[in-house]
Structure formats: structure tokens, C-alpha cells
């Protein structure tokens, strides 16, 4: 079956502007996962969801930043009035809720650039 | 706060022979998982391996195996073999133990493999 699908795959924008970046988990995957990875560093966690659970913005940087997922599916990741420290590479990764130690499969990931 | 350190930025190996990369993390948890994913340049996560805390036995997947010392918390892939296809970033993972929850990276270590 198809995997984590992210778009668009690279963007573009001046700083100030409001992006909008969109994530389709694997069918059936009911957590979902936003990770940010800046140039030459690790992935930082931003937010997870989880079912119907409230989502867990522990790892949100800044107010600038919100997640919603619809129907518990597709998820959007919206970053507001950009600044350049927002330029990263924004990977979402989704995995099935049941048994323990299931892992977590990656999409493509977000080139974000703001100029 | 959990943290995963890998000390080794960079590393090379020559095609066929094995190279073990570094990995130590934080925890005052005793239920947790430890993961090592692949990163090539086209950006996605792939899971090389997995490790539950419980379990002393070594994981151990085709090329690659883990040496795992709870005690000393380190976490270190080797792979034996190399080839031309595992160069590549590899980060280290660490997850707390129940069903779901965010990974915690290490900044990751950057493999080449020369011919």
C-alpha cells in the first residue's frame, strides 16, 4: 500500500506570509507525528495526535504554529507569520495505535525555505 | 528529560569491511525503545533496527546488529559488510516505553562508503 504522503514537497515564501503543509498517513495509521529538521541537526518533535485523544503540542515552538488532523486522517501543519529560523525540512510520520514498539514510517518530509 | 547523543558527526568505512557507530542516551525510565533509522539523500526515514529495553538479547537485522548495554545506556550499530548503498545519515532514537509516543533524536552521524 502507499506510504506517508506529504505535500508539497518543497515551498518557498517570503517571511511574514502564513504556509500551510499538508501530511496523508498510511491508511489505517491512527497515530500521526509532525517533526522539524533544521540544517545538519536531528529531528525535533512538534506535536502528535493520537486517535480522538487530545493532541500532545508539547513540542510546538511558538504560538505561530498549529496542527489540526480531520476525520483523524489527513493532518495540516500551519506555520504563521513565518520567520527564517522556520526554514527546515518538516517530516511527518504516522504508525498503527495496537501492540507495543510499533514503529513510525516517514514521509518524504517538507522543504520549507523562507526568504 | 531524555537525551540521545551520538558523538561521531562523520564517519567512513570502506565497501566490505564493518563500522560501528555510536550511540548514548539519557533516561531515568526503565521501559523504553531504541531505534537507528537510515536517512539518504532523498530525505526519508527508513528503520534499520529496533531494540526493546526488556529484551537483553542483542537485535539483529541481516547486516546490521546493535550492542545494546543498558547499564552503561549506549546503543551502538554496527554494520558489517558495507556497501555503496548504506551511505547514508543514521540517527538514533529513542522512545518511552508504552503503545505510542515521539521519538527523541540524536543530530545523527553521516556515513560514506568508499569503493
Known amino acids: 500500500g502507499a506510504g506517508v504522503s506529504q505535500s508539497p514537497s518543497n515551498k518557498v515564501t517570503e517571511k511574514g506570509k502564513d504556509v500551510e503543509l499538508r501530511c496523508d498517513p498510511i491508511s489505517g495509521h491512527t497515530a500521526l507525528y509532525w517533526y522539524r529538521q533544521s540544517l545538519g541537526q536531528g529531528l525535533e518533535f512538534l506535536i502528535y495526535f493520537q486517535g480522538n485523544s487530545a493532541p500532545d503540542k508539547s513540542g510546538l515552538p511558538s504560538d505561530r504554529f498549529s496542527a489540526e488532523r480531520t476525520g483523524g486522517s489527513v493532518s495540516t501543519l500551519t506555520i504563521q507569520r513565518t520567520q527564517q529560523e522556520d526554514s527546515a525540512v518538516y517530516l511527518c510520520?504516522?504508525?498503527?495505535?495496537?501492540?507495543?514498539?510499533?514503529?513510525?514510517?516517514f514521509g518524504d518530509g517538507t522543504r520549507l525555505s523562507i526568504l | 528529560a531524555q537525551t540521545v547523543t551520538q558523538s561521531q558527526p562523520e564517519m567512513s568505512v570502506q565497501e566490505a569491511e564493518t563500522v560501528t557507530l555510536s550511540c548514548t542516551y539519557d533516561t531515568s525510565e526503565s521501559d523504553y525503545y531504541l531505534f537507528w533509522y537510515k536517512q539518504p539523500p532523498s530525505r526519508q526515514m527508513i528503520l534499520v533496527i529496533r531494540?526493546?529495553?526488556?529484551?537483553?538479547q542483542n537485535a539483529t537485522e541481516n547486516r546490521f546488529s546493535v550492542n545494546f548495554q543498558k547499564a552503561a545506556k549506549s546503543f551502538s550499530l554496527k554494520i558489517s559488510d558495507s556497501q555503496l548503498g548504506d551511505a547514508a545519515m543514521y540517527f538514533c532514537?529513542?522512545?518511552?516505553?508504552?503503545?505510542?509516543?515521539?521519538?527523541?533524536f540524536g543530530k545523527g552521524t553521516k556515513l560514506s562508503v568508499k569503493p
Open positions: 531494540q526493546e529495553a526488556y529484551k537483553q
Open positions: 510520520a504516522s504508525s498503527i495505535q495496537q501492540g507495543l514498539n510499533q514503529p513510525q514510517h
Open positions: 532514537a529513542y522512545r518511552r516505553g508504552g503503545s505510542q509516543g515521539n521519538l527523541i
